[in-house]
């Protein structure tokens, strides 16, 4: 079974901090209300693939969780990398609420 710290990300951690501070009728408050909701609920997204990367990592694939990149200039972050001697798998998760339109 892979093991995963489990943390709350900085964003998330600031975020709560505002909203505490916040008076329920400040006119930002919907906003930082909003950025809350997203930020966890891609936390809850990226929490819920553990359980499936769980049924992959052996002897024959390599996990890489949060894995930082630099493309020389900028940084990017990879949710999950799947290395295996055939593939390599790349995988970002997204957990939305409501309607998505293609």
Do not use: C
Request: cysteine-free; glycine content about 4%; proline content about 1%.
């Amino acid at each position: 079974m892979n093991k995963k710290i489990q943390f709350t990300s900085l964003k998330i951690e600031k975020l709560e901090a505002i909203l505490r501070r916040l008076n329920q009728n400040h006119p930002l408050r919907a906003i930082a209300e909003s950025w809350f909701d997203t930020s966890k609920a891609g936390e809850r997204g990226e929490r819920s693939l553990d359980f499936h990367m769980d049924f992959l990592v052996n002897e024959k694939h390599l996990l890489f969780e949060g894995t930082r990149i630099s493309s020389g200039k900028y940084y990017f972050q990879i949710d999950a990398l799947v290395v295996h001697s055939n593939f390599i798998l790349i995988l970002e998760v997204k957990n939305l609420a409501g309607y998505l339109d293609f």
